[in-house]
C-alpha cells in the first residue's frame, strides 16, 4: 500500500508542493487571492473578456431561456440551439466545414485521438505538448514516440522509422509553457509526405494570433489540407469555458461516433454557449485587443532586457522567467506575492527538470502603469531571492 504520506513530504522537500488559492471575484488584471488584493499576472485570460459586460449579459440571458444546466450529453437531449449555433459560428471562424463543442480540452484532445487512431497504429509528439495531448498519445494504445521540441528533421526520421497502419502527429500550436511557436508550415509539409495526420492543439494561439484572431494557423497560412485536425479552447481568450474540434465533414462525424469523451458525458450549459457567442463576436469586432496585447509584450520584454532578466525567447503573451532551481522559482513568487503581484511558479513535472520558471501572462487590459510595476517587483525579488 503506498505511503501517501511520505509522498507528500517528498513533494514539499523538493518544493514541488502545489497549494490553491482562493479567488474572490472575477477575472482581471487587480484581484483579491486568499483574502489580499493582488494584482495579477498568471491568468489565461489574455484579451480580457471573461468579465467583458457584452458576455456576462449573454449568460444572464442564456441562463434565462436555457436554465442552469443542460441536462444530458449531446447525443440524448443536451445539444441545444445556443451549442449548435455556436459551433455553426466556431466553423465559419476557422474556415473548416464544421466544429464540434467538447466539455474541456483535455477532454477533447483524449476524444480526438482515441477516435482516430488505436492499436497497431503510431502517434508522434512534440516533447513540451500539453499533458492532455501527451496522455491522450498513451492512452489511445498506440505506438507513442516523442520528438525533441520543434525538430522536424527528428520528427521526420521518427516518422520514417515506424510503421502502422494510420500514424498522427500531435503538437501544440503555441507551447503553454514557454509560449514559443511550433513550427507549424515545415511540421505540415513532414507530416503530408509520410502519409501522417497532424493535429494542432491551438489553445494559446486561438483569439490572440492572427489578423482576425484565428491563431496560430491563420498567423502561418495554414488551413484544412495542411492541418486536418484543430483543436481550440474557450477559457483562455474566449474567456468562457469548453473546447471544440474543428475539421471535416467526416471528421466531425466520426467524432460524434466514436470519441467517447464526446459521447459519455454531460454537454456543458447552453447558457455558456451563449457567452461564448458574445466573446466570439468580440474577438472578430475588437482587434484593436490583439494589437494592445503586443504593445504590452514588447513593453515587457524591452523592460525585461534594460534590467537583465532572463525570459524565454516568447512573442505570445506567455512569458516565461526563467529560473532554474526549484526553490528559487518559488521564493521568488512568494516575494512577488509580499509585494502584491501573483506570479505562479511553474515546476517539474509540468516543465523538464532543471526549467523551473515564472510564467508570467499578460492581458489586454493589463495598464502600462502594471506591467512597470510587475518589472520593477521582479527587479527587487531578484536581489531578495538567493541564486535567482
Known amino acids: 500500500m503506498r505511503d501517501l504520506d511520505a509522498e507528500l513530504r517528498r513533494r514539499h522537500e523538493s518544493h514541488l508542493y502545489r497549494t490553491r488559492r482562493v479567488v474572490d471575484g472575477p477575472q482581471g488584471p487587480e484581484m483579491v487571492v486568499d483574502g489580499q488584493p493582488c494584482l495579477t499576472f498568471c491568468s489565461n485570460d489574455y484579451l480580457g ?58 477532454m477533447a484532445n483524449l476524444g480526438v485521438v482515441s477516435a482516430l487512431i488505436g492499436a497497431g497504429d503510431s502517434v508522434f509528439e512534440d516533447r513540451l505538448n500539453h499533458a492532455s495531448l501527451l496522455d491522450a498519445g498513451v492512452l489511445s494504445r498506440a ?29 501544440d500550436g503555441v507551447f503553454s509553457m514557454d509560449g514559443d511557436l511550433a513550427p507549424l508550415p515545415e511540421l505540415a509539409r513532414v507530416a ?52 471544440f ?84 522559482a518559488v521564493a521568488m513568487s512568494v516575494e512577488l506575492l509580499r509585494q502584491g503581484i501573483l506570479v505562479s511558479a511553474i515546476r517539474p513535472p509540468t516543465v523538464p527538470s532543471g526549467t523551473a520558471r515564472l510564467r508570467v501572462t499578460l492581458s489586454a487590459t493589463h495598464s502600462d502603469e502594471q506591467v512597470d510595476r510587475l518589472l520593477s517587483a521582479l527587479e527587487k525579488a531578484r536581489r531578495v531571492v538567493p541564486s535567482s
Open 143 to 171: 505506438r507513442f514516440a516523442r520528438y525533441r521540441h520543434a525538430d522536424t528533421a527528428h520528427l521526420a526520421r521518427q516518422l520514417a522509422l515506424r510503421g502502422g497502419a494510420q500514424k498522427l502527429v500531435l503538437t
Open 49 to 106: 473578456l471573461a468579465n467583458h459586460a457584452d458576455v456576462r449579459a449573454a449568460l444572464a440571458r442564456g441562463l434565462e431561456r436555457y436554465g442552469a444546466g443542460s441536462g444530458a450529453a449531446h447525443l440524448v437531449n443536451g445539444h441545444s440551439a445556443a451549442h449548435h449555433a455556436l459551433e455553426e459560428e466556431l466553423a465559419e471562424f476557422t474556415g473548416r466545414p464544421r466544429a464540434l463543442l467538447f466539455s474541456t480540452g483535455y
Open 192 to 243: 503530408q509526405q509520410a502519409g501522417a495526420w497532424l493535429m494542432v492543439d491551438d489553445a494559446h494561439g486561438l483569439g490572440v494570433l492572427g489578423e482576425g484572431g484565428g491563431g496560430s494557423l491563420e498567423a502561418m497560412g495554414l488551413g484544412l489540407q495542411q492541418v486536418p485536425v484543430l483543436m481550440g479552447t474557450l477559457g483562455k481568450a474566449f474567456g468562457t469555458f469548453g473546447a
Open 245 to 328: 474540434v474543428a475539421g471535416s465533414e467526416a471528421l466531425i462525424e466520426t467524432l460524434i461516433q466514436s470519441a467517447r469523451s464526446y459521447i459519455y458525458t454531460t454537454a456543458s450549459p447552453a447558457a455558456v454557449a451563449e457567452a461564448t457567442r458574445a466573446s466570439l463576436r468580440l474577438i472578430r469586432q475588437q482587434p484593436w485587443r490583439r494589437l494592445r496585447l503586443q504593445e504590452l509584450i514588447r513593453r515587457f520584454r524591452r523592460g525585461a532586457e534594460q534590467v537583465g532578466l532572463r525570459l524565454a525567447a516568447s512573442t505570445t503573451p506567455i512569458q516565461p522567467l526563467m529560473i532554474g532551481d526549484n526553490a528559487a
